[in-house]
């Protein structure tokens, strides 16, 4: 049994095929790593994974429940970081996280104690009686990592964790990861822009473009399979060059905006 | 602390945070009071009608209550557009349970207001009888639950605010309108009268004005039979629709 298997996923929007066709397999205890250009369908992926999005046709098992039918099920094994903000702002990032662990029913002599260790780990206990929507964008990213670490899931999904924050706090959140997926042997489902990122951290790579995967393996497979040096170039040769100005138009998010122009600026 | 609990208790903590929502509501209660029942006042009571502010100030509670269920409710849309919603759609919670804890959170919210707006009616000459208070508000509770679980329904089916206006226009002026929270229901044409039957909120109207100390159209009994299965189906409804979300 895999941690989370496809079969012919797909996914359409009206005549928009946004997943194609796609089936994978990621192994217990083992990092996946999710690439592909803008609009390419990583979150469509997701959303589908994590019971959000119900597919137009094919077979999605986490840890062998399926999605479709055992979706209360599905749902207790999985946590998940998305793009998109998914923050109450009108909640200290203490209720915020309180919130969390009530609902993922965390037991209630820990839920003190856990929400301590991770508002300090991302350096926010100092802010937890603080409405969110007082905090700065990566400030908001880090407590949204730190509440989906809260009940410790066994399948964590990661929708470009990292954007918006500074090189330091992505090196101490991955390292964290690790620490996590070896220790507790979650698996870790990731999908990120930044391809050194997904080269240090992945043990399989699927690259999904225009919906469809286009390959799949190690990163020394696909650097060896396109005769490629990085993992970047691999990316490149088996995307092509062109921006994908349509899909990233419709399909980037207000996040994206906000983190390109302060990378910018 | 559970999570019907939890969600509860967030839709009370954002109420109270926002000053402004709070004060806002009340304001427009306080103009219909003092408008109408200074304005209509004399009118009515020289038309036989008695004292014109017992009659009104329970339509006004009413009012202020369906407004802030509606809103209340609507609230998911802001929830799907900020996001917050994912958050809990995804937790290994029943969506039934989740619904349940919003939609009380949004009919305590609204009763609160609602007796808001009596203490204020109070002040201005509203001299109800208190006898049947607890009474009074179970009603209130039933009008508070309904269009909570009326707003979410509709929350559910809607991706963005566009819409609003269209709901406020055309349903909820219309259901304040025709509820009789204003005037008697009595002397409407009778094919404007047919309508209001089907309006839930007549027998809120009624009910608080029954309990209240004047007199019921429907008889107190049949105002709580009705509402309360409307609520129940609303209930219902508003439950099904929100467990279909997808975002
Ligand atoms: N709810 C929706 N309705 C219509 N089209 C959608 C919807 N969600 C996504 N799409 C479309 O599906 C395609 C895939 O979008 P998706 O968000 O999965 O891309 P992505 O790979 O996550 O991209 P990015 O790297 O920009 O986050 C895009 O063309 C997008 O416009
Ligand atoms: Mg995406």
Not at chain 2, 9 to 27: A, D, E, N, P
């Amino acid at each position: 049994m895999y941690a989370i298997e496809t079969k012919e996923l797909t996914k359409k929007f009206g005549s928009l095929t946004a997943v194609d066709n796609i089936s994978f397999q990621v192994k217990h205890g083992s990092i996946f790593a999710f690439l592909g250009p803008n609009g390419a369908g990583k979150s469509t992926t997701i959303k589908m994974l994590t019971t959000l999005l119900s597919p137009t046709s094919g077979m999605v098992t986490l840890n062998g429940f399926d999605v479709s039918k055992d979706s209360n099920e599905v749902r207790r094994n999985f946590g998940i970081v998305f793009q998109d903000p998914s923050l109450d702002d009108d909640l200290t990032a203490y209720e915020n996280m309180e919130l969390h662990a009530v609902l993922y029913k965390v037991p209630q002599n820990e839920i003190k104690e856990r929400i301590e260790q991770l508002l300090n780990f991302v350096e926010l206990w100092d802010r937890r009686d603080n409405l969110v929507k007082t905090f700065s964008g990566g400030m908001k990213r880090r407590l949204e990592i730190a509440r989906g670490l809260l009940h410790h899931p066994k399948i964590l999904f990661l929708d470009e964790p990292t954007i918006g924050l500074d090189p330091q706090t992505r090196n101490h959140i991955w390292s964290y990861l690790i620490k996590m997926n070896k220790e507790e042997g979650t698996t870790i489902f990731v999908t990120t822009h930044y391809m050194e990122e997904a080269d240090k951290v992945a043990d399989q790579i699927a690259i999904i473009d225009h919906g469809k995967i286009v390959a799949q393996g190690t990163s020394a497979e696909l650097k060896e399979k396109t005769k490629t040096q990085s993992l970047e170039e691999a990316f490149i040769a088996l995307t092509g060059h062109e921006i994908r100005h349509e899909e990233a138009a419709k399909g980037l998010h207000m996040r994206h905006w906000r983190s390109a122009a302060r990378r910018g600026s | 602390m559970n999570t019907i609990t939890i969600l509860w208790l967030r839709q009370l903590k954002k109420y109270f945070r926002s000053k402004s929502r709070i004060i806002g509501s009340m304001g427009q209660p306080l103009l219909f009071l003092i408008a109408l029942g200074f304005g209509f006042g004399p009118i009515y009571q020289k038309a036989g009608g008695g004292n014109y502010i017992d009659f009104l100030a329970p339509g006004i509670i009413a009012m202020s209550i369906l407004f802030t269920a509606i809103f209340s409710g609507i609230e998911v849309i802001w929830d799907k557009q900020f996001g917050f919603l994912k958050e809990t759609l995804v937790a290994p919670v029943s969506r039934y349970e989740i619904v349940l804890g919003r939609t009380l959170g949004g009919a305590t919210v609204a009763l609160f207001q609602g007796a808001i707006v009596f203490l204020i009616s109070m002040l201005i000459g509203f001299s109800p009888n208190l006898v049947l208070l607890p009474f009074a508000i179970v009603f209130a509770l039933l009008i508070s639950l309904f269009f909570t679980a009326l707003g979410t329904a509709i929350a559910s089916m809607l991706d963005d605010m566009q819409g609003f206006q269209l709901i406020m226009n055309f349903l909820v002026m219309p259901v304040f309108f025709l509820s009789g929270a204003l005037f008697p229901l009595t002397g409407l044409p009778s094919a404007i009268y047919s309508i209001t039957l089907f309006d839930p909120l007549s027998y809120g109207v009624d009910g608080l004005r029954g309990t209240l100390g004047a007199v019921t159209q429907f008889g107190l009994l049949t105002d709580f039979t009705i509402l309360g299965v409307m609520t129940v189906i609303a209930l219902g409804i508003g439950s099904y629709l929100f467990s279909k979300i997808q975002v």
